[in-house]
């Protein structure tokens, strides 16, 4: 079965160093795979997809992510975290028919000043 | 920017009542999908319409759970009798054809059973 598994439950940066949220996924298909962030109180925003085209996908925010099948991880990165990227990311895999959408558990992202 | 709206934004209802929430996709969505989320966990599929038909329910409670889209439009989902452990965020998304890359969620209806 399709599953994906966020590495850290937590993950705590100073503004202005990088992001790196880790995501494995499992799955007996070519996936598709997404990153969601939820701010509290907020819906569900996508932030990248990727859908077997280029490997790194660029997303909204200046977030990006590298598909690599060898190792099975989506991992999404930043290269300098704003105080405004402290939320809950989501790592997401489609189903098999791709109609519907698998989550991990989440990520989250907290930035001190 | 088109939204998926949601009612009520919060809801309390105490265990053994009916409770029920509404959601109102963007216009010209064919696909709706009911997502709940457990606290301090990843949303997880409830059901999922295909403009008035049920695509795929295999998650939702039918003991308890009932979810209706009667004129493919909006959609409504309904929990009788609530239980402690129903207590979550329900989440309503659509999307304009079955793929799963253009979701839009909207805010959710928190519940709490009591």
């Known amino acids: 079965a399709q599953s994906v598994t966020q590495l850290d439950s937590h993950v705590s940066v100073s503004e202005g160093t990088p992001v790196l949220l880790r995501c494995n996924y499992s799955?007996?298909?070519?996936?598709?795979l997404f990153w969601y962030v939820q701010h509290p109180n907020k819906g569900l925003q996508l932030l990248l997809k990727y859908t077997s085209a280029a490997t790194l996908v660029k997303g909204i925010n200046g977030f990006e992510a590298e598909f690599k099948k060898s190792e099975t991880s989506f991992h999404l990165t930043k290269p300098s975290a704003h105080m405004s990227d402290a939320a809950e990311y989501f790592c997401?895999?489609?189903?098999?028919?791709?109609?519907?959408?698998?989550f991990g558990k989440g990520t989250t992202l907290s930035v001190s000043s | 920017e088109a939204e998926v709206a949601q009612s009520p934004r919060y809801k309390i209802t105490e265990k053994s009542q009916a409770v029920a929430f509404w959601c109102d996709p963007i216009s010209g969505h064919a696909t709706l999908y009911w997502y709940r989320q457990i606290l301090g966990q990843g949303p997880e599929l409830l059901v999922q319409?295909?403009?008035?038909?049920?695509?795929?329910d295999s998650q939702l409670p039918k003991d308890r759970f009932s979810a209706e889209r009667l004129k493919g439009v909006d959609s409504t989902l309904k929990i009788q009798p609530a239980e402690l452990g129903d207590s979550a965020m329900y989440l309503c998304?659509?999307?304009?054809?079955?793929?799963?890359?253009?979701?839009?969620f909207g805010s959710g209806t928190r519940l709490t059973v009591v």
């Open positions: 998304a659509s999307s304009s054809d079955r793929g799963s890359y253009g979701y839009t």
């Open positions: 997401v895999v489609n189903n098999q028919a791709g109609t519907a959408l698998i």
């Open positions: 319409f295909q403009d008035e038909s049920v695509v795929d």
């Open positions: 799955s007996s298909y070519s996936p598709s």
